[in-house]
């Protein structure tokens, strides 16, 4: 599959679970709902910093927004640390704008360029280290 297409299903799997904890009164649900969601996000981000981005690193034109990326990850492992210990509504609400403004900028700006640099079948290729080392990860976990 293609790498793009790849990520993309992993975005709508969370952005999904961002949406339906918003939308539950239950407690233990909403508890449920956000473990799935920061292991969803973690294991997505892990992969992106091992394996995505680093395909990358040497074009320079793609240097400041993987930067910006990178600095996005960064923040969410201090906001998740948060949200984890506190109910406070807004600041999920918070956490789930930040991701979903992630979402859009690799989907609006980083993707795009990724289309023009690589065939189909070297996206392809990429996609499946990215589904190996997702299935590797699910093993160990
Ligand atoms: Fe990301
Ligand atoms: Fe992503």
């Known amino acids: 599959m293609d790498a793009l297409d790849y990520l993309k299903i992993d ?3 969370v952005k999904n679970l961002l949406r339906s904890y918003s939308g539950m009164q239950d ?3 909403k508890k449920q709902t956000l473990k799935e969601l920061l ?10 910093e091992t394996l995505f981005y680093p395909h990358f690193d040497d074009r320079v034109e793609m240097k400041a927004i993987l930067e910006h990326l ?5 923040d969410f492992e201090v906001l998740a640390g948060k949200v984890q210990f506190n109910t406070d509504d807004s600041l999920f609400d918070e956490f789930a704008s930040e991701i979903e403004r992630h979402v859009l900028r690799e989907e609006m700006e980083l993707f795009p360029l990724i289309r023009r640099m690589m065939k189909r079948s070297e996206r392809e290729v990429l996609g499946r280290h990215l589904q190996c080392q997702k299935t590797g990860n699910l093993r160990t976990a």
């Not at 996000?41 to 992106?48: R, V, Y």
């Not at 990178?70 to 960064?74: E, L, R, T, V, Y």
């Open 39 to 48: 292991a969803e996000l973690s294991n997505h981000t892990e992969i992106e």
């Open 70 to 74: 990178h600095q996005d990850h960064a």
């Open 27 to 29: 407690q233990l649900k």
């Open 11 to 13: 975005h709508n799997r």
